[in-house]
C-alpha cells in the first residue's frame, strides 16, 4: 500500500502544481493582453511626437546643431520577474559585443542578479504594465545626471538593449535622430512661443520619454510572452508526469491485487489441510 500511497500523493502535489500554472497561464494571457492596449496608446503619442520633431526640423534645422558625443550610456532592459525562461541570459549574451567602454544601466532585479560585471546604476524594472510608467521616472531620474556633459567634453550618446518579439532591439536614443519629414511642404513655419534652441530641448526630452517608454512596454510583453510559453511548456511536462504516474499508480494497485488475492488463496489452502 505504501507506493501506491507515494504515488497518489505525488500525483495530487503534481495535479495542485498544474492548477496554480494554469492560473498563472491566464493571468500572463490578461497581461499580455493589457500590456498591448498600453503599447497602441504610446505608439500613438511617439508618432505625434516624431511628426512634430520632424516638421520642427523641416523649418528651423538651420537654428540648432547636433551636439558632439563623448562616450555612451547603455541601458539593459530585463526582467523583474522569473519565469521567462533564459531572457536576462540571452541578453547578457548579446550585449558582450555592445558595452565595451559604455556606462551600463540595468532595468530589472533578475537582470541585476545576473549581471557578473560592473555597471553605473541598477534599478527595479516593470513586472506588470500598470508599473511602466513608474519605471520611466525612475529611469530618466538615473540617466539624467548620467546624461549631463562636461565642459570640455559633450553628452555621452545613450542607446536601448533589450529581447523584442522580433529578436534583439539595439536603438540609439541620443543623439536624436533627425526624422524627413514626408508629403508637400508646409506653406508656413511652426510658430514658436519659445527659441527654437529651447524648443528643441523639450521637444528632445519628449522624445526621449516616449522612447524609453515604448521600450519598457515593448520589453515587457516580449517578457510576459516567453512567461507564457515557459509556463505552457511545464504545463505540457506536468500532465506527462500525471500521466505516467497514473500509469504507475495503476499498476501498483493491480500488484496489491495479486498480492490479496495470493494471500486470500494461501490462506484458503492452508485452512482446507487442517
Known sequence: MSKRRELEGHIDSLADIGE?????????LVESRRINTFIDAQRAAARIVESTLADFIADYSAHIAPPATHGEVLCLIGSERGFCGDLNQRLIAESKAATAGAQIVLVGSRLADAWAHDFAASIPGAGFGDEVQNVLANLVATLTPLLQGSRQFGPPALSLLYLGEAGTVHHSLLP??????????????????????????????????????????????????????????????????LEDLGRRSNRARQEEITEEIEIILLSSLGGSDT
Open 20 to 28: 496554480l500554472l494554469g492560473a498563472m497561464k491566464n493571468l500572463a
Open 176 to 241: 536624436a535622430p533627425e526624422p524627413r519629414r514626408g508629403g508637400p511642404r508646409r506653406s508656413h513655419a511652426l510658430q514658436l512661443t519659445l527659441s527654437p534652441q529651447a524648443f528643441h530641448a523639450a521637444l528632445i526630452d519628449q522624445f526621449l520619454e516616449t522612447a524609453l517608454s515604448g521600450a519598457l512596454y515593448d520589453a515587457l510583453l516580449h517578457e510576459n510572452q516567453l512567461r507564457l510559453e515557459h509556463m505552457e511548456q511545464a504545463g505540457h511536462r506536468i500532465d506527462e508526469q
